[in-house]
């Protein structure tokens, strides 16, 4: 069965750093681009950056841009969120997302995670 | 930088037909996925590069895409399709994904 976990949420004050990690399973993890996607409490969907399957292609939101940093490790099916100096509108639901086809971040988001939330409050 | 948009809402009896839009500039040009999000759970992916459907998805979700609004097209309507459904495209100039705002499909 195709699926990803989400975790590493969490709880943090301004300012502070956090974590996310995503577990893949089910696919060859190294033949696709992945993806991090937002949710705050009753809003829309904002996406929050991508990774190429070889991290060789990055892009993040600007609303993230400087402050997040997005990774992954093919030998541990795994995806990553870095996020530092982090604002009470960080708060939101995180998803990991696989893109349909390929390895670049152009596409479709096939499968997604049962996301990880994210709080950030004093 | 990009903005899709589409109406908050939509409301339409069981049985008929409930047509989304998500408007951009030159959607046309772009490929144009569809998801659809239920409360409390994940988005699903109900459309993708216009208008294929993923498999496990009813014949009845259809998409179109030409000029400057692309549309979701869910033919009798269940009250199971009751969700927010939500456009997303690249573009490509910002190397961004962009999402629209969402649209709230009401079953009466």
């Known amino acids: 069965e195709v699926q990803l976990v989400e975790s590493g949420g969490g709880l943090v004050q301004p300012g502070r750093s956090l974590r996310l990690s995503c577990a893949a399973s089910?696919?060859?993890?190294?033949?696709?681009?992945m993806h991090w996607v937002r949710q705050a409490p009753g809003k829309g969907l904002e996406w929050v950056s991508g990774i190429s399957w070889n991290s060789g292609s990055i892009g993040y939101a600007d609303s993230v841009k400087g402050r997040f940093t997005i990774s992954r490790d093919n030998a541990k099916n795994s995806l990553y969120l870095q996020m530092n100096s982090l604002r009470a509108e960080d708060t939101a639901l995180y998803y990991c997302?696989?893109?349909?086809?390929?390895?670049?971040?152009?596409?479709?988001?096939?499968?997604w995670g049962q996301g990880t939330m994210v709080t950030v409050s004093s | 930088s990009y903005v899709l948009t589409q109406p908050p809402s939509v409301s339409v009896a069981p049985g008929k037909t409930a047509r989304i839009t998500c408007g951009g500039n030159n959607i046309g040009s772009k490929s144009v996925h569809w998801y659809q999000q239920k409360p409390g759970q994940a988005p699903v992916l109900v459309i993708y590069?216009?208008?294929d459907r993923p498999s496990g998805i009813p014949e009845r979700f259809s998409g179109s895409n030409s000029g400057n609004t692309a549309t979701l097209t869910i033919s009798r309507v269940e009250a199971g399709d009751e969700a927010d459904y939500y456009c997303q495209v690249w573009d490509s100039s910002s190397v961004h994904v962009v999402f629209g705002g969402g649209t709230k499909l009401t079953v009466l």
């Open positions: 997302a696989k893109v349909h086809a390929g390895g670049d971040l152009p596409d479709a988001f096939d499968i």
């Open positions: 590069y216009d208008s």
């Open positions: 089910g696919f060859t993890f190294d033949d696709y681009a």
